[in-house]
């Protein structure tokens, strides 16, 4: 059956430490993977998008990786702050019949402690 | 720039009763259109999605319906609710003409059926 997998358990660190966070996917053949932010409450935001032949890709002091052999991808968040603190989302991006359908996981909730 | 605006923010509705949930989408034209239910702890689940006025297409077999009237609107609705429509639901757009794009979400409205 078809999976998306993120860490379902909150992930605590210290403030100044790089978060690592896990999604991981069955039965899927993604051309991109997209990562979201979620606040309680509110909408998921946008963060980065990385294509298939993409192995890495950064943005101010977040990081991705996708490794579309071992089916999974990693969000790095360096030198994290308190105000990282949220939940994150991946998400694979199946373009088909001229939409961009998003399957997504359930998220990991990072927490950042001072 | 482009916005999104979703209302009622919080809804409380008792079983049985009709449900319509508001999407409007400012700053840019013939978006495609997304309506997405969060349970708690899950995932997003894809409703509906929407490439243009009159078109819908359904994602999961359900008792809630959608329809887009103008180019820019976006309508969920029910005739009659059950304990299981509560949720969360988001309303989300993308470029109409890309390959891949990112997804925008609206702050969303909190349903509670009693």
């Known amino acids: 059956s078809q999976k998306i997998e993120q860490n379902s358990e909150a992930l605590n660190i210290q403030e100044g430490k790089t978060a690592t966070l896990t999604c991981n996917y069955t039965n899927y053949s993604p051309a991109y993977l997209q990562w979201y932010r979620q606040d309680p409450g509110r909408g998921p935001v946008f963060l980065l998008l990385i294509r298939e032949n993409e192995k890495e890709k950064r943005k101010e002091r977040l990081k991705v990786t996708f490794d579309t052999t071992l089916k999974q991808s990693l969000f790095h968040i360096t030198a994290s702050q308190p105000a990282d603190s949220a939940t994150y989302l991946c998400?694979?991006?199946?373009?088909?019949?001229?939409?961009?359908?998003?399957?997504f996981g359930a998220g990991t909730r990072l927490a950042v402690h001072p | 720039s482009q916005t999104i605006h979703q209302w009622p923010a919080t809804l409380v509705q008792p079983v049985g009763s009709p449900l319509s949930l508001e999407c409007t989408v400012e700053?840019?034209?013939?978006?495609?259109l997304y309506w997405y239910r969060q349970a708690a702890g899950r995932g997003l689940q894809l409703l509906f999605y929407s490439v243009g006025i009159g078109q819908i297409s359904s994602e999961v077999p359900q008792n809630l319906s959608a329809s887009r009237p103008q180019d820019r609107q976006f309508i969920l609705s029910s005739k009659k609710l059950l304990l299981s429509d509560s949720g969360f639901y988001l309303c989300?757009?993308?470029?109409?003409?890309?390959?891949?794009?990112?997804?925008?979400f609206g702050p969303g409205t909190r349903l509670t059926v009693l």
């Open positions: 700053g840019t034209s013939n978006p495609n």
């Open positions: 989300a757009w993308s470029v109409g003409s890309g390959t891949t794009d990112t997804q925008y």
């Open positions: 998400a694979l991006d199946l373009f088909s019949g001229g939409y961009n359908k998003l399957i």
